[in-house]
Nanobody, 116 residues
Framework: QVQVVESGGGLVQPGGSLNLSCAVS????????MTWHRQTSGKERELVAM????????QYLGSVKGRFTISRDNIKNTLYLQMNNLKPEDTAVYYC?????????WGQGTQVTVSS
């Protein structure tokens, strides 16, 4: 059974940084395209960043380009999202998604709050 567990969220002031982690167990992490999504109350979940299995290709939501960096460690079976220069509009629950062959695996989410 594949488990996806996010961590690293919290409260940070505008302009601050956070580094989210997503640990994947029970599956073949290196075979999954990995993505970060976020969702705020009353809105649909949106794709924030994506990284291919080998880490060679990354893509970002326009509003986070240049501020967020997605990366992965296929030895530690862990996905990361380094978030810099955070803004209040980045406040959301952040979710990690492992994209498998015929099934996807979501984590439970971690809350990120950007506020002074």
């Amino acid at each position: 059974q594949v488990q996806v567990v996010e961590s690293g969220g919290g409260l940070v002031q505008p302009g601050g940084s956070l580094n989210l982690s997503c640990a994947v167990s029970g599956g073949t992490f290196s075979s999954y395209t990995m993505t970060w999504h976020r969702q705020t109350s009353g809105k649909e979940r949106e794709l924030v960043a994506m990284i291919t299995t080998d880490g060679e290709i990354t893509q970002y939501l326009g509003s986070v380009k240049g501020r967020f960096t997605i990366s992965r460690d296929n030895i530690k079976n862990t996905l990361y999202l380094q978030m810099n220069n955070l803004k209040p509009e980045d406040t959301a629950v952040y979710y990690c998604l492992a994209v498998g062959y015929r099934v996807n695996y979501w984590g439970q989410g971690t809350q990120v709050t950007v506020s002074s």
